[in-house]
């Protein structure tokens, strides 16, 4: 069975900086693109970056373009978000997500990062 | 800026049909934008609906399908219950990686 499990978030001051990790199992990670979506709270999801199987395609929104990076380790089978710089506008359930023949296939259950001051 | 276009809400009765849109304030949605659509309940992660514009995900019900409708893509509920409340979102692949997700539809059955 499929299961993505998120950590990583808390609450943490404008400026600072988190890392968002998500455990995958039931699947070869290294075999799939893999993204990161974020929703506000009361909001619509947003996409925020993505990682192609063979690494050779990574995007980010423009709203986090500079400031968050995507990876992966194949060994641990996890996908990572580095978010530097944080805003407040920058609060919401961090979902990681797989990506299957253009389709969000698989969803984890969400880590809820909160920026404030 | 892309902008990816829903209806805010839409209600539907018991039993009846709704079609929801999604569209682009830059021009036509077409199939090389790969739109897929989403539910989402209160508190749980989005799960598939349709992906590659008419595909539906597995364990779908049939009375979900997606089609292109004009200038836009489209999910259309045929005979909607009470468990089809939900918050309705489209995805579209911009290409390069990356995607855009509409506003949603809160969808009402009553």
Redesign the interface.
């Known amino acids: 069975e499929v299961e993505l499990v998120e950590s990583g978030g808390g609450f943490v001051q404008p400026g600072g900086s988190l890392r968002l990790s998500c455990v995958a199992s039931g699947f070869t990670i290294s075999s799939y ?1 893999m ?1 990161w ?1 974020r929703q506000a709270p009361g909001k ?4 925020v970056s ?3 199987t063979t690494y050779s ?3 980010y ?1 423009d709203s986090v373009k500079g400031r968050f990076t995507i990876s992966t380790d194949n060994a641990k089978n996890s996908l990572f978000l580095q978010m530097n710089s944080l805003r407040v506008e920058d609060t919401a359930v961090y ?1 990681c997500v797989r990506d299957w ?5 698989h ?4 880590t809820l990062v909160t920026v404030s001051s | 800026q892309t902008v990816v276009t829903q209806e805010p809400s839409f209600s539907v009765s018991p039993g009846g049909t709704v079609t929801l849109t999604c569209g682009l304030n830059s021009g036509s949605v077409s199939a090389n934008y ?1 739109p ?1 659509w ?1 539910q ?1 309940t209160p508190g749980q ?4 609906l349709i ?2 514009t008419n ?1 539906r ?1 597995s364990g779908v019900p049939d009375r979900f399908s997606g089609s292109m409708l004009g200038t836009k893509a489209a999910l259309t509920i045929t005979g909607a219950q009470a468990d089809d409340e939900s ?1 309705y ?1 489209c ?1 579209l ?1 911009m290409g ?9 539809t809160k969808l009402t059955v009553l």
């Open positions: 693109s993204n979506v619509g999801p947003e996409w993505y990682i192609s395609i990574i995007s929104a979902y023949n253009y389709n969000f296939d969803w984890g259950q969400g | 790969y897929s989403y989402q992660a989005p799960r598939t992906y590659n595909t995900s918050d979102y995805v692949y390069s990686g990356t995607w855009v997700f509409g506003g949603g």
